[in-house]
């Protein structure tokens, strides 16, 4: 977890806005990411689709980041996240999967 300042905004892709929404913050200048709500059983991610904030529920929800220009040659790189509780409105807890090879959207 990150502070929401100016000094962090390299490592910031997503987080939880006054709505309880797991957010991309362009809006605010940080990095640009995109997210989409898919099912369990889901191995490869979406290649369309993406929203910019979903609201966030728990238990066997994943969610899956597209996070451009983040890989070694300036490409996309996926990230699967699994929200495992909401302790309250505004802190969640997850698991998560990162895919490091660019362009690969297939999770195991």
């Known amino acids: 977890m990150y502070n929401f300042i100016p000094a962090n905004e390299d490592s910031i892709d997503i987080f939880l806005d006054s709505e309880f929404d797991l957010a991309s913050p362009h809006t605010v200048k940080y990095n640009t990411s995109y997210i989409q709500r898919v099912s369990?059983?889901?191995?490869?991610?979406?290649?369309?689709?993406?929203?910019?904030?979903?609201?966030?529920?728990?238990?066997?929800?994943?969610?899956?980041?597209?996070?451009?220009?983040?890989g070694p040659g300036n490409d996309e790189q996926y990230l699967k996240l699994k929200l495992t509780n909401v302790i309250t409105d505004t802190l969640v807890t997850f698991e998560y999967t990162f895919q490091p090879l660019e362009k690969y959207r297939r999770f195991e």
Do not use: M, Q, R
Not at 42 to 66: C, M
């Open 40 to 70: 369990s059983d889901v191995a490869v991610a979406p290649a369309t689709g993406y929203e910019n904030a979903v609201h966030v529920l728990e238990d066997s929800i994943f969610y899956v980041v597209k996070l451009p220009s983040h």
